[in-house]
């Protein structure tokens, strides 16, 4: 069962944008965690949410026409970003109206992010690099995988913790 006050939608439901939209407003619900794909769906039904209500946006990029819908309704919206290998979430960012470009956010607690080029070294602001995670969420491994697991689990060369790695997410 889910704690006091947490509502879990099945499987069947959240698949389906009437359903769905029901059991947000009949939950009484005051946030909700989906990702784009799951947005879109309900936007495109006519769902508007309501003043307050807090969008948590994940697991796919979030387009800034999606946003804007979001926000419409009176929604906070905000955008995470993290790699199933660093934790469900590694960066967290409230999304403003009209902003024209959509952030991934900051690094949430006991985590740090680097934009590095190929040799490991940081690029200046605006220059595009490789998204970097390290902190406590990074996990140590793949399992029976140990040459995909030195290729993009490496050591942290910003730390004083010889032991500390960072994730190469792929992500530039």
């Known amino acids: ?52 209500f807090k969008v948590l946006c994940g697991g796919e990029s979030l387009s800034l026409d999606l946003a804007n819908n979001l926000l419409e309704g009176g929604n906070t919206v905000w955008n995470l970003y993290g790699p199933t290998e660093t934790t469900v979430w590694s960066t967290a960012g409230q999304v403003a109206a009209n902003r024209g470009v959509i952030s991934i956010g900051v690094p949430i607690a006991n985590t740090q992010v680097y934009i590095v080029d190929t040799n490991m070294q940081p690029v200046p602001v605006g220059i595009p690099g490789e998204l970097c995670i390290g902190g406590h969420g990074v996990a140590r491994g793949y399992l029976n995988r140990p040459g995909l697991t030195t290729q993009r689990f490496v050591p942290n060369p910003y730390s004083g913790d010889s032991g500390e790695r960072l994730f190469k997410t792929g992500d530039w």
């Open 1 to 52: 069962p889910a704690a006091p006050g947490v509502s879990v939608t099945r499987r069947e439901e959240a698949a389906d944008d009437g359903r769905l939209a029901r059991q947000i407003e009949s939950s009484g619900a005051t946030m909700m965690q989906a990702t784009p794909t799951t947005w879109r769906m309900l936007v495109e039904a006519g769902w508007k949410g309501k003043k307050g």
